[in-house]
Nanobody
Framework: HVQLVESGGGSVQPGESLTLSCAGS????????LGWFRQAPGKERESVAR????????YVAESVKGRFTASREKGKNVLFLRMDNLDAEDTAMYYC?????????????????WGQGTQVTVS
């Protein structure tokens, strides 16, 4: 069965950095889009960054451009999110999501598989 395991969350002060990791396995398809999403209390889950398996599709939310960098080793199901210059508005539960096929869809409902989430708190 599919597993997505996230790690790397924590509590930091504004301006500090964190790196999240997501390792996926057990997918029934070979072409898998991996993405980082986040959900703050009372808000919808939103896309932060998504990368396709062949790197042809790379998407980063405008709100984090220049501060967050997503990376993925080509052909593998391991995704990283380097987060620099964190601020309080980045506080959320961060989830790794996956879907078969393209990374074009940004809505969370288009993603079939999810990790358990890792909390990031900036204060």
């Amino acid at each position: 069965h599919v597993q997505l395991v996230e790690s790397g969350g924590g509590s930091v002060q504004p301006g500090e950095s964190l790196t999240l990791s997501c390792a996926g396995s057990g997918f029934p398809v070979s072409v898998v889009c991996l993405g980082w999403f986040r959900q703050a209390p009372g808000k919808e889950r939103e896309s932060v960054a998504r990368i396709s398996r062949d790197h042809a599709g790379r998407y980063v939310a405008e709100s984090v451009k220049g501060r967050f960098t997503a990376s993925r080793e080509k052909g593998k199901n391991v995704l990283f999110l380097r987060m620099d210059n964190l601020d309080a508005e980045d506080t959320a539960m961060y989830y790794c999501g996956a879907r078969g096929g393209s990374c074009a869809p940004e809505e969370a409902s288009a993603y079939n598989w999810w990790g358990q989430g890792t909390q990031v708190t900036v204060s």
